[in-house]
Protein backbone atom coordinates (compact mmCIF):
# COMPACT_ATOMS: atom_id res chain seq x y z
CA UNK A 1 0.00 0.00 0.00
CA UNK A 2 1.24 3.68 -0.59
CA UNK A 3 0.57 6.29 1.27
CA UNK A 4 0.73 10.06 -0.05
CA UNK A 5 1.13 12.28 3.08
CA UNK A 6 0.52 16.58 1.94
CA UNK A 7 1.21 19.69 3.72
CA UNK A 8 -1.41 21.99 3.28
CA UNK A 9 -4.61 22.98 4.73
CA UNK A 10 -49.72 30.41 -9.88
CA UNK A 11 -50.85 28.63 -9.36
CA UNK A 12 -52.39 25.36 -10.92
CA UNK A 13 -56.47 26.55 -9.48
CA UNK A 14 -58.81 24.71 -11.33
CA UNK A 15 -59.04 22.22 -13.76
CA UNK A 16 -62.38 20.90 -15.96
CA UNK A 17 -61.31 17.11 -16.64
CA UNK A 18 -60.97 14.92 -18.83
CA UNK A 19 -57.30 15.89 -19.35
CA UNK A 20 -56.06 15.75 -21.75
CA UNK A 21 -57.83 16.50 -25.23
CA UNK A 22 -55.09 15.72 -27.84
CA UNK A 23 -54.76 17.79 -30.98
CA UNK A 24 -51.68 16.06 -32.39
CA UNK A 25 -50.36 12.90 -32.04
CA UNK A 26 -47.01 13.05 -30.21
CA UNK A 27 -43.98 13.07 -32.34
CA UNK A 28 -41.28 10.47 -33.19
CA UNK A 29 -38.24 10.47 -31.59
CA UNK A 30 -36.08 11.45 -35.19
CA UNK A 31 -39.19 13.64 -36.02
CA UNK A 32 -40.00 15.86 -32.97
CA UNK A 33 -39.50 19.01 -34.86
CA UNK A 34 -41.81 18.39 -38.17
CA UNK A 35 -44.94 17.53 -35.84
CA UNK A 36 -47.43 19.99 -33.82
CA UNK A 37 -47.33 20.08 -29.82
CA UNK A 38 -50.28 18.89 -27.96
CA UNK A 39 -50.39 22.07 -26.14
CA UNK A 40 -50.52 24.96 -28.54
CA UNK A 41 -52.10 27.98 -29.08
CA UNK A 42 -56.20 27.21 -28.38
CA UNK A 43 -58.51 27.67 -31.15
CA UNK A 44 -61.17 29.69 -28.65
CA UNK A 45 -64.45 30.28 -28.52
CA UNK A 46 -65.95 32.34 -25.43
CA UNK A 47 -69.71 32.52 -25.48
CA UNK A 48 -70.66 34.50 -22.36
CA UNK A 49 -74.39 34.24 -20.33
CA UNK A 50 -75.88 34.50 -16.65
CA UNK A 51 -75.68 31.43 -14.33
CA UNK A 52 -77.43 30.45 -11.16
CA UNK A 53 -77.17 33.20 -8.41
CA UNK A 54 -74.79 32.07 -6.21
CA UNK A 55 -75.41 32.55 -2.36
CA UNK A 56 -75.46 36.09 -0.81
CA UNK A 57 -72.55 37.80 -0.64
CA UNK A 58 -71.12 39.87 3.01
CA UNK A 59 -72.90 42.54 3.67
CA UNK A 60 -71.80 45.69 0.76
CA UNK A 61 -71.17 43.49 -1.53
CA UNK A 62 -73.23 42.12 -4.54
CA UNK A 63 -72.62 38.62 -6.49
CA UNK A 64 -73.27 37.34 -9.81
CA UNK A 65 -72.75 34.31 -11.96
CA UNK A 66 -71.70 34.31 -15.12
CA UNK A 67 -70.94 31.06 -17.75
CA UNK A 68 -68.23 30.68 -20.57
CA UNK A 69 -67.07 28.04 -22.87
CA UNK A 70 -64.09 26.81 -24.66
CA UNK A 71 -63.65 24.73 -27.47
CA UNK A 72 -60.23 23.29 -26.88
CA UNK A 73 -58.09 22.40 -23.73
CA UNK A 74 -55.48 24.44 -23.19
CA UNK A 75 -53.99 27.46 -20.91
CA UNK A 76 -56.31 30.50 -20.17
CA UNK A 77 -56.43 33.33 -18.40
CA UNK A 78 -59.72 34.34 -16.40
CA UNK A 79 -59.88 37.65 -15.28
CA UNK A 80 -62.50 40.28 -13.79
CA UNK A 81 -62.09 43.62 -14.98
CA UNK A 82 -64.19 46.90 -13.61
CA UNK A 83 -62.63 49.93 -12.23
CA UNK A 84 -64.39 49.23 -8.37
CA UNK A 85 -62.10 46.24 -8.15
CA UNK A 86 -64.30 42.72 -8.52
CA UNK A 87 -63.05 39.27 -7.04
CA UNK A 88 -63.39 36.07 -9.17
CA UNK A 89 -63.64 32.70 -8.14
CA UNK A 90 -64.25 29.51 -10.86
CA UNK A 91 -66.49 26.95 -9.90
CA UNK A 92 -66.39 23.08 -10.89
CA UNK A 93 -69.17 21.28 -11.65
CA UNK A 94 -67.85 18.12 -10.15
CA UNK A 95 -65.72 19.54 -7.68
CA UNK A 96 -67.29 22.72 -6.55
CA UNK A 97 -65.72 26.29 -5.76
CA UNK A 98 -62.23 26.31 -7.12
CA UNK A 99 -59.89 28.90 -7.64
CA UNK A 100 -60.52 32.77 -6.49
CA UNK A 101 -57.99 35.94 -6.87
CA UNK A 102 -59.15 39.55 -6.54
CA UNK A 103 -60.68 41.76 -3.70
CA UNK A 104 -64.37 43.39 -3.96
CA UNK A 105 -63.47 47.09 -3.94
CA UNK A 106 -59.89 46.62 -4.23
CA UNK A 107 -58.34 44.59 -6.40
CA UNK A 108 -59.55 42.62 -9.70
CA UNK A 109 -59.33 38.81 -9.28
CA UNK A 110 -57.30 36.81 -12.23
CA UNK A 111 -56.78 32.91 -12.47
CA UNK A 112 -54.85 31.07 -14.85
CA UNK A 113 -55.26 27.50 -15.14
CA UNK A 114 -55.88 25.00 -17.63
CA UNK A 115 -59.58 24.49 -19.24
CA UNK A 116 -60.84 21.35 -20.79
CA UNK A 117 -63.63 21.88 -23.74
CA UNK A 118 -66.93 23.00 -22.76
CA UNK A 119 -68.62 25.28 -20.26
CA UNK A 120 -67.06 26.89 -16.93
CA UNK A 121 -68.65 29.22 -14.53
CA UNK A 122 -67.67 32.24 -12.68
CA UNK A 123 -68.42 34.09 -9.75
CA UNK A 124 -67.68 37.37 -9.34
CA UNK A 125 -68.02 39.76 -6.08
CA UNK A 126 -68.16 43.52 -6.24
CA UNK A 127 -69.63 46.62 -4.39
CA UNK A 128 -73.10 46.51 -3.92
CA UNK A 129 -73.15 50.46 -5.33
CA UNK A 130 -70.72 50.12 -8.04
CA UNK A 131 -72.47 51.85 -11.20
CA UNK A 132 -70.20 50.33 -13.69
CA UNK A 133 -70.65 46.34 -15.03
CA UNK A 134 -68.07 44.09 -14.16
CA UNK A 135 -66.51 42.47 -17.64
CA UNK A 136 -65.62 38.83 -17.58
CA UNK A 137 -62.63 38.25 -19.73
CA UNK A 138 -61.26 34.82 -20.63
CA UNK A 139 -57.84 34.62 -22.98
CA UNK A 140 -55.85 32.34 -24.37
CA UNK A 141 -51.87 31.85 -24.05
CA UNK A 142 -49.77 32.26 -27.42
CA UNK A 143 -47.17 29.27 -27.63
CA UNK A 144 -44.37 31.52 -28.76
CA UNK A 145 -42.32 27.93 -30.01
CA UNK A 146 -45.13 27.83 -32.71
CA UNK A 147 -45.99 24.26 -34.38
CA UNK A 148 -42.32 23.32 -34.06
CA UNK A 149 -41.22 23.50 -30.68
CA UNK A 150 -37.71 22.74 -30.49
CA UNK A 151 -35.97 20.07 -28.30
CA UNK A 152 -34.26 20.37 -25.38
CA UNK A 153 -30.71 20.00 -25.01
CA UNK A 154 -29.57 18.86 -21.82
CA UNK A 155 -26.89 20.74 -19.36
CA UNK A 156 -27.50 24.17 -22.30
CA UNK A 157 -29.17 26.48 -20.76
CA UNK A 158 -32.05 28.43 -22.85
CA UNK A 159 -32.54 32.16 -23.15
CA UNK A 160 -35.38 33.94 -24.69
CA UNK A 161 -38.42 36.04 -24.03
CA UNK A 162 -41.54 35.67 -22.14
CA UNK A 163 -44.57 37.59 -21.57
CA UNK A 164 -47.78 37.73 -20.24
CA UNK A 165 -50.29 35.62 -21.57
CA UNK A 166 -47.74 33.69 -23.35
CA UNK A 167 -46.07 30.13 -23.17
CA UNK A 168 -42.81 28.57 -24.45
CA UNK A 169 -42.67 24.39 -25.48
CA UNK A 170 -39.89 22.40 -26.01
CA UNK A 171 -39.59 18.55 -26.44
CA UNK A 172 -37.32 16.61 -24.01
CA UNK A 173 -36.62 12.99 -24.94
CA UNK A 174 -35.86 10.80 -22.18
CA UNK A 175 -34.29 6.99 -23.13
CA UNK A 176 -33.94 5.24 -20.41
CA UNK A 177 -35.87 5.60 -16.68
CA UNK A 178 -34.25 8.71 -14.90
CA UNK A 179 -34.62 11.72 -12.82
CA UNK A 180 -34.95 14.92 -15.01
CA UNK A 181 -34.15 18.15 -13.42
CA UNK A 182 -35.43 21.64 -14.76
CA UNK A 183 -34.90 24.97 -13.75
CA UNK A 184 -36.85 28.11 -15.36
CA UNK A 185 -36.33 31.98 -14.70
CA UNK A 186 -38.17 34.77 -15.80
CA UNK A 187 -40.00 37.84 -14.76
CA UNK A 188 -43.07 37.02 -16.29
CA UNK A 189 -42.80 33.12 -15.16
CA UNK A 190 -45.73 31.81 -13.46
CA UNK A 191 -45.49 27.76 -14.16
CA UNK A 192 -43.25 25.20 -15.38
CA UNK A 193 -45.08 21.47 -16.27
CA UNK A 194 -44.29 18.63 -18.34
CA UNK A 195 -46.75 17.02 -20.80
CA UNK A 196 -45.89 13.33 -21.47
CA UNK A 197 -46.02 12.60 -25.54
CA UNK A 198 -47.74 16.41 -25.26
CA UNK A 199 -50.94 15.46 -24.23
CA UNK A 200 -50.67 13.99 -20.54
CA UNK A 201 -50.03 16.25 -17.60
CA UNK A 202 -47.17 14.70 -15.42
CA UNK A 203 -47.84 14.39 -12.11
CA UNK A 204 -45.33 16.86 -11.04
CA UNK A 205 -46.10 20.48 -9.58
CA UNK A 206 -42.65 23.14 -9.34
CA UNK A 207 -41.31 24.65 -6.41
CA UNK A 208 -41.69 28.66 -6.43
CA UNK A 209 -38.90 30.72 -5.52
CA UNK A 210 -37.58 33.97 -6.12
CA UNK A 211 -34.70 35.41 -7.05
CA UNK A 212 -32.86 38.42 -8.30
CA UNK A 213 -29.30 38.11 -9.97
CA UNK A 214 -29.04 41.92 -10.91
CA UNK A 215 -30.49 44.39 -8.11
CA UNK A 216 -33.78 45.84 -8.14
CA UNK A 217 -34.84 42.86 -11.20
CA UNK A 218 -36.55 40.12 -9.46
CA UNK A 219 -37.04 36.81 -11.24
CA UNK A 220 -39.69 34.15 -10.52
CA UNK A 221 -37.63 30.74 -10.44
CA UNK A 222 -39.38 27.66 -10.98
CA UNK A 223 -37.36 23.92 -10.25
CA UNK A 224 -39.22 21.09 -11.40
CA UNK A 225 -37.94 17.55 -10.29
CA UNK A 226 -39.87 14.50 -11.88
CA UNK A 227 -39.17 10.41 -12.28
CA UNK A 228 -39.69 9.88 -15.34
CA UNK A 229 -40.44 6.46 -17.65
CA UNK A 230 -38.65 6.63 -21.52
CA UNK A 231 -40.70 8.27 -24.00
CA UNK A 232 -41.54 12.25 -25.27
CA UNK A 233 -42.51 14.96 -22.84
CA UNK A 234 -43.35 18.22 -23.48
CA UNK A 235 -41.43 21.07 -21.22
CA UNK A 236 -43.68 24.24 -21.01
CA UNK A 237 -43.43 27.19 -19.13
CA UNK A 238 -45.99 29.23 -18.78
CA UNK A 239 -46.05 33.51 -18.19
CA UNK A 240 -48.28 35.70 -16.03
CA UNK A 241 -48.36 39.29 -14.91
CA UNK A 242 -44.67 39.73 -13.66
CA UNK A 243 -42.88 42.00 -10.90
CA UNK A 244 -41.84 45.28 -11.00
CA UNK A 245 -38.87 46.53 -11.55
CA UNK A 246 -37.20 49.44 -9.87
CA UNK A 247 -35.59 50.93 -12.77
CA UNK A 248 -38.46 50.52 -14.93
CA UNK A 249 -37.08 48.30 -17.63
CA UNK A 250 -39.22 46.69 -19.68
CA UNK A 251 -37.08 43.70 -20.52
CA UNK A 252 -38.97 40.33 -20.26
CA UNK A 253 -35.74 37.82 -19.76
CA UNK A 254 -36.67 33.76 -19.86
CA UNK A 255 -33.98 31.23 -19.20
CA UNK A 256 -34.32 27.41 -19.10
CA UNK A 257 -32.08 24.48 -18.29
CA UNK A 258 -32.22 20.62 -17.85
CA UNK A 259 -29.83 19.15 -15.87
CA UNK A 260 -26.90 19.82 -13.74
CA UNK A 261 -23.31 19.51 -15.22
CA UNK A 262 -20.86 17.29 -12.93
CA UNK A 263 -17.58 18.00 -12.14
CA UNK A 264 -14.03 16.03 -11.16
CA UNK A 265 -13.21 14.68 -7.62
CA UNK A 266 -10.41 17.75 -7.84
CA UNK A 267 -10.78 20.77 -9.82
CA UNK A 268 -9.58 24.20 -9.64
CA UNK A 269 -11.33 26.13 -12.98
CA UNK A 270 -12.06 29.79 -14.23
CA UNK A 271 -16.08 30.18 -14.66
CA UNK A 272 -18.24 32.77 -15.55
CA UNK A 273 -21.68 33.03 -13.95
CA UNK A 274 -24.51 32.49 -16.16
CA UNK A 275 -27.98 34.30 -16.45
CA UNK A 276 -29.67 32.72 -13.72
CA UNK A 277 -27.06 34.81 -11.05
CA UNK A 278 -26.20 31.31 -9.92
CA UNK A 279 -24.99 28.05 -11.21
CA UNK A 280 -24.70 24.13 -9.79
CA UNK A 281 -22.61 21.41 -10.60
CA UNK A 282 -22.50 17.86 -8.55
CA UNK A 283 -19.14 16.92 -7.49
CA UNK A 284 -18.39 13.26 -6.01
CA UNK A 285 -19.09 12.76 -2.08
CA UNK A 286 -15.41 12.19 -1.80
CA UNK A 287 -14.67 16.01 -1.99
CA UNK A 288 -14.74 17.76 1.62
CA UNK A 289 -13.09 20.99 0.66
CA UNK A 290 -14.66 23.94 -1.48
CA UNK A 291 -13.15 27.27 -1.93
CA UNK A 292 -14.84 30.18 -4.05
CA UNK A 293 -12.41 33.20 -5.20
CA UNK A 294 -13.14 36.48 -6.95
CA UNK A 295 -10.66 38.61 -8.32
CA UNK A 296 -11.75 41.42 -6.22
CA UNK A 297 -14.60 41.65 -3.36
CA UNK A 298 -17.76 41.93 -3.74
CA UNK A 299 -21.24 39.85 -3.89
CA UNK A 300 -21.14 36.20 -4.40
CA UNK A 301 -22.04 33.07 -1.99
CA UNK A 302 -20.70 29.79 -1.77
CA UNK A 303 -23.13 26.70 -0.45
CA UNK A 304 -22.74 23.16 -0.50
CA UNK A 305 -25.42 20.87 0.01
CA UNK A 306 -25.91 16.87 0.17
CA UNK A 307 -27.52 15.91 -2.52
CA UNK A 308 -29.53 12.58 -3.15
CA UNK A 309 -32.96 11.90 -4.99
CA UNK A 310 -33.01 15.05 -6.81
CA UNK A 311 -33.01 17.50 -3.67
CA UNK A 312 -30.35 19.00 -1.59
CA UNK A 313 -29.93 18.58 1.37
CA UNK A 314 -29.42 21.66 4.09
CA UNK A 315 -26.15 22.00 3.82
CA UNK A 316 -23.48 24.68 4.66
CA UNK A 317 -23.13 28.67 3.23
CA UNK A 318 -20.68 31.36 3.34
CA UNK A 319 -21.75 34.65 1.65
CA UNK A 320 -19.12 37.28 0.56
CA UNK A 321 -19.62 41.03 0.28
CA UNK A 322 -17.55 44.26 -0.74
CA UNK A 323 -16.54 44.64 2.62
CA UNK A 324 -14.85 41.11 2.91
CA UNK A 325 -10.57 41.31 3.60
CA UNK A 326 -9.75 38.27 1.15
CA UNK A 327 -12.61 37.76 -1.68
CA UNK A 328 -12.62 33.95 0.10
CA UNK A 329 -15.69 31.91 0.69
CA UNK A 330 -14.43 28.21 1.84
CA UNK A 331 -16.00 25.35 3.27
CA UNK A 332 -14.99 22.09 4.45
CA UNK A 333 -14.82 19.02 7.18
CA UNK A 334 -17.63 17.43 5.12
CA UNK A 335 -18.43 13.74 5.55
CA UNK A 336 -18.75 11.71 2.42
CA UNK A 337 -22.11 9.98 2.90
CA UNK A 338 -23.69 11.35 -0.70
CA UNK A 339 -22.72 13.25 -3.42
CA UNK A 340 -22.83 17.39 -2.94
CA UNK A 341 -24.60 20.04 -4.86
CA UNK A 342 -22.37 22.79 -5.41
CA UNK A 343 -23.96 26.49 -5.81
CA UNK A 344 -21.56 29.94 -6.65
CA UNK A 345 -23.94 32.88 -6.41
CA UNK A 346 -22.81 35.42 -8.62
CA UNK A 347 -23.78 38.00 -10.86
CA UNK A 348 -24.37 37.23 -14.24
CA UNK A 349 -21.45 37.30 -16.48
CA UNK A 350 -19.03 37.79 -13.71
CA UNK A 351 -15.91 35.43 -13.35
CA UNK A 352 -14.50 33.41 -10.01
CA UNK A 353 -12.86 30.32 -9.17
CA UNK A 354 -13.67 27.27 -8.31
CA UNK A 355 -11.95 24.60 -6.30
CA UNK A 356 -12.32 21.70 -4.92
CA UNK A 357 -10.89 18.57 -3.62
CA UNK A 358 -9.97 15.98 -0.94
CA UNK A 359 -8.53 17.59 2.17
CA UNK A 360 -6.41 15.16 4.39
CA UNK A 361 -3.23 15.03 5.83
CA UNK A 362 -2.93 11.41 4.79
CA UNK A 363 -4.11 9.95 1.25
CA UNK A 364 -3.57 6.07 0.85
CA UNK A 365 -4.18 3.67 -2.38
CA UNK A 366 -3.43 0.19 -3.80
CA UNK A 367 -2.43 -0.34 -7.29
CA UNK A 368 0.82 -1.14 -9.48
CA UNK A 369 1.43 0.53 -12.61
CA UNK A 370 3.01 4.03 -13.37
CA UNK A 371 0.96 7.21 -11.64
CA UNK A 372 1.04 10.41 -12.04
CA UNK A 373 0.91 11.84 -8.38
CA UNK A 374 0.28 15.80 -7.53
CA UNK A 375 -0.59 17.71 -4.61
CA UNK A 376 -3.14 20.75 -4.88
CA UNK A 377 -3.07 23.37 -2.68
CA UNK A 378 -5.82 26.37 -1.78
CA UNK A 379 -5.31 29.55 -4.07
CA UNK A 380 -2.76 29.94 -6.00
CA UNK A 381 -0.06 29.47 -3.54
CA UNK A 382 1.77 32.68 -4.45
CA UNK A 383 1.54 34.40 -0.82
CA UNK A 384 1.61 31.08 0.56
CA UNK A 385 3.97 28.55 1.73
CA UNK A 386 6.15 26.10 0.06
CA UNK A 387 3.94 23.13 -1.02
CA UNK A 388 5.32 19.79 0.13
CA UNK A 389 4.46 15.66 -0.24
CA UNK A 390 6.27 12.24 0.61
CA UNK A 391 5.23 9.30 -0.71
CA UNK A 392 5.71 6.33 1.04
CA UNK A 393 5.05 2.37 0.88
CA UNK A 394 3.37 0.38 3.80
CA UNK A 395 4.22 -3.28 4.17
CA UNK A 396 5.24 -5.74 6.20
CA UNK A 397 4.36 -3.21 9.57
CA UNK A 398 6.97 -1.18 8.45
CA UNK A 399 6.91 2.39 6.56
CA UNK A 400 9.55 2.90 3.77
CA UNK A 401 9.91 6.31 1.44
CA UNK A 402 9.65 6.34 -1.95
CA UNK A 403 9.65 9.83 -2.51
CA UNK A 404 9.19 13.33 -1.79
CA UNK A 405 9.28 17.07 -2.77
CA UNK A 406 10.95 18.12 0.75
CA UNK A 407 12.50 21.42 0.92
CA UNK A 408 16.05 20.21 0.76
CA UNK A 409 18.94 21.67 3.28
CA UNK A 410 22.28 21.20 2.26
CA UNK A 411 25.44 21.77 4.41
CA UNK A 412 26.41 25.59 4.48
CA UNK A 413 23.25 26.45 2.72
CA UNK A 414 20.16 28.42 4.22
CA UNK A 415 16.09 28.33 3.32
CA UNK A 416 14.73 32.24 3.60
CA UNK A 417 10.52 32.56 2.62
CA UNK A 418 7.90 34.87 3.30
CA UNK A 419 4.55 33.94 3.37
CA UNK A 420 1.14 34.06 4.67
CA UNK A 421 0.69 32.60 8.44
CA UNK A 422 -3.46 32.81 8.73
CA UNK A 423 -3.04 28.94 10.35
CA UNK A 424 -0.83 26.53 10.74
CA UNK A 425 1.36 25.47 8.70
CA UNK A 426 3.25 21.92 8.21
CA UNK A 427 6.76 21.90 5.77
CA UNK A 428 8.63 19.17 5.32
CA UNK A 429 12.34 19.30 5.21
CA UNK A 430 15.10 16.75 3.95
CA UNK A 431 18.24 17.28 5.92
CA UNK A 432 21.62 15.99 3.83
CA UNK A 433 23.53 15.63 6.74
CA UNK A 434 22.87 15.68 10.68
CA UNK A 435 23.78 18.81 12.32
CA UNK A 436 22.49 21.53 14.58
CA UNK A 437 19.74 23.87 13.21
CA UNK A 438 18.50 27.00 14.00
CA UNK A 439 15.09 27.96 12.84
CA UNK A 440 13.40 31.42 13.31
CA UNK A 441 10.86 33.37 12.55
CA UNK A 442 9.69 37.19 12.38
CA UNK A 443 6.54 39.69 11.66
CA UNK A 444 3.98 37.34 13.64
CA UNK A 445 4.73 35.49 17.05
CA UNK A 446 4.18 31.92 16.35
CA UNK A 447 5.26 28.90 17.42
CA UNK A 448 7.46 26.07 15.99
CA UNK A 449 8.32 22.94 16.59
CA UNK A 450 10.12 20.09 14.58
CA UNK A 451 10.21 16.26 14.82
CA UNK A 452 11.32 13.58 12.53
CA UNK A 453 8.91 12.30 9.91
CA UNK A 454 8.92 8.71 11.23
CA UNK A 455 9.81 8.54 14.62
CA UNK A 456 9.96 5.71 16.81
CA UNK A 457 7.11 5.06 20.04
CA UNK A 458 9.82 6.09 22.58
CA UNK A 459 11.49 9.11 20.85
CA UNK A 460 11.56 11.88 22.68
CA UNK A 461 10.09 15.17 21.31
CA UNK A 462 10.96 18.92 22.10
CA UNK A 463 8.37 21.07 22.71
CA UNK A 464 7.77 23.98 20.35
CA UNK A 465 9.66 27.04 20.71
CA UNK A 466 7.79 30.51 20.40
CA UNK A 467 9.71 32.81 17.75
CA UNK A 468 11.89 29.91 17.23
CA UNK A 469 15.04 27.94 18.42
CA UNK A 470 17.55 25.10 17.21
CA UNK A 471 17.22 21.68 16.95
CA UNK A 472 19.74 18.66 16.75
CA UNK A 473 18.62 16.90 13.32
CA UNK A 474 19.62 13.58 12.23
CA UNK A 475 19.75 12.66 7.83
CA UNK A 476 16.14 12.27 6.46
CA UNK A 477 13.19 13.93 6.48
CA UNK A 478 11.66 16.35 9.25
CA UNK A 479 8.38 17.77 10.10
CA UNK A 480 8.14 21.43 10.69
CA UNK A 481 4.79 22.61 12.20
CA UNK A 482 4.21 26.45 12.58
CA UNK A 483 1.03 27.62 14.43
CA UNK A 484 0.62 31.44 15.08
CA UNK A 485 0.04 32.84 18.65
CA UNK A 486 -3.75 33.78 19.34
CA UNK A 487 -4.71 36.96 17.37
CA UNK A 488 -1.38 37.18 15.34
CA UNK A 489 -1.52 36.14 12.27
CA UNK A 490 0.00 37.86 9.21
CA UNK A 491 3.31 37.53 7.55
CA UNK A 492 5.64 35.20 8.90
CA UNK A 493 9.50 36.02 7.61
Known amino acids: MLALVAAASMALAWINWPVPVPTAAPPEPAAAQDSEPGLGMPSVSVAEGEAAAPQPAAPGLV ?44 RDGRVDLFLGPGSHKAILTAPQKAETPVELQVRPFED ?79 RLVADLNPGLYLVVAYGGPGAAWTDGAGDKPFHLRWGIPSLPAAVRRQMVTG ?75 ESYVLQHYLSSRVYTFSATGDYLISALRPGTGEDDA ?21 L ?37 EAEIAVTPFIRQPDMKIAAAAVGGGSWNLDRGLHVVSITPRPEQKGILA
Open 144 to 222: LSGATPPRLEELRTLSAELGDLQQHSYWLEVTARRQVFLEAAGRHLADLRLWKDGTWLVEAAPVAETIEPVPGRPLALR
Open 275 to 349: PFGFDRWLVPKTANYFRLELPQAGRAALDVARYADGHPQPGDHVALDKTAREPVAEIGNMDGSTQRLVTVERAPG
Open 63 to 106: SSARLFSVERFGRYAVAAVSPHGTALQLVDRMAGPGAEDGVAGK
Open 408 to 444: RLLPGTAWTRRFNLLDAVTLYVDVAEPGRFVMTGGGV
Open 386 to 406: DLGAILTEMGGGTERVVASSA
